[in-house]
């Protein structure tokens, strides 16, 4: 069917060009749709109208302006280590693309243990957020960076074990092996709509949102950039493009996360009533699938501009005194069920 | 020009201030109290008699507005104990503000003076206001008893030798950073103040802004505009040419 | 390498020096110590907190200010009776002209003149404007320091409808200069009554918005419940005023207990106190505090008598010798002037009490074992203007 | 019924305001009408002006700068005296000093200062804010006449000179 045939290098260099450009445009449509333009509509604002139609543009003139400022690093910082941290965090939102799937061909990287992987290089960005808070000589930038490193370490433990219960029902760590299970799933005999895990799922579904705010450290979660507080945390003494970094990092990692969500618990590029694996997903999928990213995304942003901010011993307390405690009842209600049906 | 003992250091309180260019006098022995009604508000008059009783002979002066002020001037050596009396004895839990007060009149004015006028005299009589005073500074404060809805402004002399008196924090913490206030703004020492630094003002700052014969800077740099600037007619008076603006010119 | 020069050096080390003297003063072996402001965006002005932390507990802190010290104490010595008016609107600037009105008042019963009742009246309610557009902004600004957006921006667009009014009627949205000895620069536009009363229908609105979205939000109350605790005693022994005295169960508002000829007796409202002391209690009376207001204002506009608004006052004004002291119950708490004249075209001093000052004075007292969370939790809650602290 | 928790409730209203309109004003491109007695910027009627310098002296900031000097000007009525007046040379304000307290319009008692509700004068330099008395002249244009008031008052409204 193929009509050419790419060489490994060929492969991987397409893979990963796509892939990166994916990070600044999965960032730019979050920043404006949600960032610029819901929340603003939220508060009875329009928000940026200039720069472009609605003011569409009005990031791509911030990332101008971000490249064009100079580049500065603080007195007292550690400077390689200063330089390189916002791309670690980048690095670890690449990693997240590699293995969500579009389509039923199209995904960068198909692991079969695709969803392990993604959560694993998750976690990378810690190193990051660590290393920037660090290396910035700023006692501000040290306790975001502390603050970022127990949250996001805490709440790893309930993202992945919100993930188990889909795991367990999908039976397969491969995020397109999920996608085919809720797409021909069925609920009681009903396979109208396939089975969405976010049915049967729901629990899971909420625990897992509730995580993902905390990884991507929006608020109620957001105490390691807090600017109330602790003034930008790790990010206090960027500026220039390395903020940009931080930027695209913190909105792409948002892209892919909620990219994740859509796929384990929406059916991912799944269309209900289109068969899976038909040659005509590979472009309905990416439309389907981001309809349900952006869905998702919209309540990551909406609990974002809604709620007050806890404060860290709050935070740890809600990681491990509610959500871990609900998810294991989850995977044992799962597993139960699973094994009863 | 005001006392500027130039080391940096904040000086201490109980530091003579010897430096003034005009000596305060010895304030006129006693203000004539304008012939005012006697009092007839019952709740003030007791205040008062109960200070009085706790006190004796340290209130030296009192003034008794009806339904509406109470105020009580001790001597110096009752600061600390005054405090004491209005807390624990009058039960006046809320403190409300304290500060201090130049008596000296001001040797500058409102700085709006023509260069070309004679100099206006100044007069370094120092008339006190209600409850009387002997002094050039003095202390005042305001307690309130929130139950009874009275408050009483105390006030007290500070001696020109030595420019302090006691602290009230012990009393009212309320009062901790109002005396500093007054510390860095008059130099009036507060004894007994643990933390006596600047407040407001930086660190090195020199002087006490607040003293009458501290100039206001702002108003010293720039001419007042208000002078009448209207040159006369040409042929009038028969002023040359030139003419100069004359102050007298309009007025 | 670039090359600094000496001075550069010189200068720098100074600046240095000059920043941590603060920081030497409460520095010892051990914990760190955390510079908040004064550029701090939770400081809301350029309030300077030095908290000596360890890991993110405050053991103690002290608060630094006076970079915004003006000298108004001294600046006032200067100006005559009407100039001192424009000057002390700025000292609390988001509700000025409550400022204005005690400072008008002590001059008033030095002179003996008492404003006509309309003036009274309409000094009465746009105090409590005043107040309204002052406390909105800390329901919406309490919320940002919470970390949550959207209340700030609703506290900004509603508080527009109350400066609206404020503007059509005195000329000026934040410095409204409107009040005189002896009344009122002038009366009220036509129609101003009626849109006041539909700006007071908005910020009911607007009030509850904010108790849905953000007071009887269940992260709201985790992050203020029982955080900075003031007991009513100690409150009163720090000076503390206003909504802060009465969120710590104290029930003095001088509105109702020491009238100073304003019209609050006239109309029927009530004083609102909370029992607990915790920044809770002081977001809660607040916004009980925003809702009796507009109902202050709505009777108050329905019963304005009719008359002139300046009572009989000489054109050039000379204050008789004599002290007076008048406190009013201004948005942030007690402000109050001590006049004190000597027969001139200005004062001799007058003794500015402002409320914010009293208020943060307990800073160091409640700040003790708080998380640095709390600081900005206990910060926002007792609400304060920098210009009211610093003067 | 049982109480609908906080959380959710929020929620709601952002998503209510969401589908609200905005209640921006494009500032540029659309513009809102300010009060008219809003204090925007200070006019000045030129013929009124007697050189009286009260607004000069009353003026908190010492932002009025005066000059005026004195001319002959013609009889009010025919056949009498030829009057000596008080003509203006400068009658600067520099707004960068103004704190636009309106004492100076207050006091003066020739009706020569009124408060225009214009404001869009800033200047990229601050020397520029400093108006003469022919700028302050044209606002003496956009001066809006003056308000009738509320029922109830007593007091007159007075007329703009134009």
């Known amino acids: 069917m193929t009509a050419i045939v790419l060489s490994y290098w060929q492969q991987t260099g397409i893979k990963v060009g796509l892939t990166l450009l994916l990070i600044p445009v999965g960032a730019l449509i979050l920043g404006w749709t949600f960032l610029l333009k819901m929340m603003s509509h939220m508060q009875s604002r329009l928000g940026p109208m200039d720069a472009g139609p609605h003011g569409v543009l009005q990031l791509v003139a911030d990332g101008v302006k971000f490249i064009q400022k100079e580049d500065i690093f603080p007195d007292r910082a550690d400077r390689r280590v200063f330089a390189l941290a916002p791309f670690v965090i980048l690095m670890s939102t690449f990693l997240l693309y590699l293995v969500v799937p579009v389509g039923p061909d199209l995904v960068a990287e198909d692991f079969s243990t695709g969803i392990f992987f993604a959560l694993a290089v998750s976690s990378l960005s810690v190193i990051g957020i660590l290393m920037a808070g660090w290396a910035s000589a700023n006692k501000y930038s040290l306790m975001g960076g502390v603050r970022a490193a127990g949250q996001l370490i805490a709440y790893e433990l309930p993202l992945v074990l919100a993930v188990v219960g889909v795991v367990i029902q999908a039976q397969s760590l491969n995020l397109s092996d999920i996608v085919r299970a809720q797409a021909n799933g069925e609920i009681f005999g009903i396979s109208f709509l396939g089975n969405p895990f976010v049915i049967t799922q729901i629990v899971g579904f909420l625990v897992f949102l509730a995580a993902v705010q905390a990884e991507l450290t929006q608020t109620p979660f957001d105490m390691p950039v807090a600017e109330s507080e602790i003034v930008g945390g790790y990010q206090v003494e960027y500026t220039g493009f390395r903020f940009l970094a931080f930027f695209m990092g913190e909105f792409g990692t948002a892209f892919a996360f909620a990219g994740i969500a859509a796929t384990l618990f929406l059916g991912g590029w799944a269309v209900p009533g289109v068969d899976p694996d038909s040659n005509v997903m590979n472009v309905l999928g990416p439309i389907a699938l981001f309809v349900k990213v952006m869905f998702v995304s919209f309540l990551i942003f909406w609990f974002r501009f809604t709620y007050p901010r806890f404060r860290e011993d709050q935070l740890q307390k809600f990681a491990w005194t509610i959500l871990i405690p609900i998810s294991l009842v989850n995977i044992l209600v799962t597993m139960v069920l699973k094994v009863a049906f | 020009m005001s006392s500027a003992d130039g080391s940096g250091v904040p000086p201490d309180p109980a530091e003579p201030d010897t430096a003034e260019a005009v000596e305060p006098e010895p304030a006129p022995p006693v203000v004539e109290p304008e012939p005012e009604p006697e009092p007839t508000d019952e709740l003030r008059i007791g205040l008062l008699a109960a200070v009085t009783e706790s006190l004796g002979d340290a209130v030296v002066g009192s003034r008794i507005v009806d339904g509406d002020s109470l105020t009580i001037r001790v001597a110096t050596p009752a600061w600390a104990e005054v405090a004491k009396v209005a807390r624990h004895k009058l039960h006046c839990g809320f403190f409300s503000f304290l500060s201090g007060i130049d008596w000296l009149p001001s040797p500058f004015g409102r700085y709006e003076d023509s260069p070309m006028d004679e100099p206006r005299p100044v007069s370094t009589d120092i008339v006190t206001g209600v409850a009387g005073g002997d002094t050039r500074f003095q202390v005042f404060a305001r307690v309130v008893d929130l139950d009874r809805k009275v408050g009483i402004i105390f006030k007290v002399d500070v001696p020109d030798d030595d420019l302090a008196v006691d602290t009230w924090i012990h009393t009212y913490p309320g009062a901790n950073w109002n005396e500093r206030e007054t510390h860095e703004m008059y130099g009036i020492g507060f004894r007994g103040h643990p933390h006596l630094i600047k407040l407001y003002l930086p660190g090195g700052f020199e002087g006490y802004p607040l003293r009458k014969d501290f100039p206001l800077l702002a108003r010293q740099v720039k001419p007042w505009p208000g002078i009448v600037d209207v040159e006369p007619m040409p042929d009038e008076a028969g002023s040359d040419e030139a003419a100069a603006p004359s102050e007298e010119a309009a007025t | ?391 | 019924m049982p109480k609908i928790p906080g959380l959710v409730k929020g929620l709601g209203v952002t998503f209510k305001t969401m589908l609200k309109p905005a209640v921006t004003v494009q500032y540029p491109y659309e513009k809102e009408e300010p009060a008219p007695r809003a204090r925007g910027v200070i006019a000045l009627k030129e013929d009124n002006c007697t050189v009286c310098m009260l607004c000069a002296r009353s003026c908190p900031d010492w932002c009025i700068y005066i000059e005026g000097h004195k001319e002959k000007a013609p009889p009010r009525r025919p056949g009498g005296k030829p009057r000596t007046v008080s003509a203006l040379d400068r009658f600067d304000i520099d707004y960068s000093l103004c704190m636009y307290c309106g004492i100076c319009v207050e006091v003066c008692p020739f009706e020569a200062l009124f408060w225009s509700p214009e404001y869009e004068y800033s200047e990229p330099r601050l020397a520029d804010l400093l108006h003469d008395k022919e700028r302050l002249g044209e606002w003496m244009e956009t001066v809006p006449d003056f308000e009738p008031y509320e029922a109830g008052s007593t007091a007159k409204v007075l007329k703009v000179p134009r």
């Open chain 3, 1 to 391: 390498m670039t090359a600094i020069t000496d001075r550069q050096k010189l200068a720098y080390a100074n600046a240095q020096a000059a920043d941590g003297r603060v920081n030497v003063e409460i520095e010892t072996d051990e914990g760190m110590t955390l510079n908040m402001g004064p550029q701090h965006p939770a400081t809301h002005g350029t309030l300077r907190i030095v908290a000596k932390l360890d890991g993110e507990q405050v053991i103690s802190c002290e608060p630094i200010m006076g970079y915004m010290h003006r000298g108004y104490e001294k600046l006032v010595e200067v100006r005559t009776y009407p100039q001192i008016n424009t000057l002390v609107n700025r000292i609390d600037w988001l509700g000025s002209f409550a400022n204005e009105v005690p400072f008008i008042l002590a001059s008033e019963k030095l002179m003996d003149i008492e404003a006509p009742p309309r003036a009274q009246w309409i000094r009465t309610v746009l105090f409590e404007m005043s107040r309204l557009a002052n406390v909105s902004l800390f329901l919406g600004d309490m919320a940002l320091q919470l970390g949550a957006l959207t209340p700030a921006f609703f506290a900004f667009r509603d508080r527009e409808h109350v400066l609206n009014q404020i503007e059509a009627a005195t000329g000026g949205r934040f410095h409204p200069n409107f009040d005189r000895i002896g009344g009122l620069k002038d009366d009220l536009p036509k129609g101003w009554i009626a849109d006041t009363k539909k700006a007071m229908q908005k910020m009911r609105t607007f009030c509850d918005e904010i108790e849905d979205l953000i007071m009887g939000n269940e992260i709201f109350e985790a992050r203020c419940r029982g955080v900075g605790v003031i007991p009513g005693e100690i409150a009163q022994l720090y000076g503390m005023t206003g909504s802060n005295l009465r969120a710590s169960g104290v029930d003095w508002d001088l509105r109702r207990d020491q009238p100073v000829g304003l019209a609050w007796n006239e109309v029927d409202w009530k004083v609102w106190t909370h029992p607990d002391g915790d920044s809770f209690a002081r977001y809660w009376v607040r916004l009980q505090e925003t809702r009796e207001a507009t109902k202050i204002i709505d009777q108050l506009l329905d019963g304005l008598p009719a008359g002139p608004v300046m009572a009989k006052v000489p054109r050039i004004i000379k204050v008789p010798a004599g002290e007076a002291w008048v406190s009013t119950e201004n948005p942030l708490g007690e402000m109050g002037y001590y006049v004190v004249s000597k027969g001139d075209l200005g004062p001799f001093r007058v003794k500015i009490r402002s409320a914010s000052f009293n208020n943060i004075h307990i800073v160091p007292w409640v700040m003790r074992g708080v998380y640095v969370p709390d600081v900005i939790t206990i910060l926002a809650s007792l609400y304060f203007i920098l210009g009211d602290i610093d003067r």
